[in-house]
């Protein structure tokens, strides 16, 4: 931008107006996040190594569900095809996102260099 007497002035008011909802509203955040992925993640942990810990009989502390998960090959084969299938998602993602990261900072480089 030019100035009225013809110098270049620079301006970096480029703030933008953000809704804020402030402190008070974290800790409903904060319960909400519990309530949506604690609760139900820790009661399926719980479930796990208590059986019957929700229907009407208990039984006590037992790792046997753990071992006969891990003794079955099919189950075995299932937890490492989903290993392999997640490293593969991210490596293509970083590959990717890298890729386009460099593509937009080059092009932006190139118009920030053509514009001055």
């Given at each position: 931008?030019?100035?009225?007497?013809?110098?270049?002035?620079?301006?970096?008011?480029?703030?933008?107006?953000?809704?804020?909802?402030?402190?008070?509203?974290?800790?409903?955040?904060?319960?909400?996040?519990?309530?949506?992925?604690?609760?139900?993640?820790?009661?399926?942990?719980?479930?796990?190594?208590?059986?019957?810990?929700?229907?009407?009989?208990?039984?006590?502390?037992?790792?046997?569900?753990?071992?006969?998960m891990f003794t079955?090959?099919?189950?075995?084969?299932?937890?490492?095809?989903?290993?392999?299938?997640?490293?593969?998602?991210?490596?293509?993602?970083?590959?990717?996102?890298?890729?386009?990261?460099?593509?937009i900072h080059r092009?932006?480089?190139?118009?920030?260099?053509?514009?001055?």
């Amino acid at each position: 931008m030019k100035s009225s007497n013809g110098s270049l002035k620079i301006s970096f008011n480029n703030k933008r107006r953000r809704f804020h909802l402030g402190q008070p509203f974290y800790p409903l955040c904060i319960l909400t996040l519990l309530a949506l992925i604690a609760y139900p993640l820790g009661a399926v942990l719980l479930q796990s190594v208590f059986p019957n810990l929700f229907d009407q009989g208990f039984y006590p502390f037992s790792l046997q569900s753990f071992v006969s998960m891990f003794t079955e090959t099919y189950t075995y084969q299932s937890i490492v095809n989903a290993f392999l299938f997640g490293s593969g998602s991210a490596l293509i993602a970083a590959v990717l996102g890298t890729f386009f990261a460099v593509l937009i900072h080059r092009q932006r480089k190139n118009t920030s260099a053509k514009s001055d």
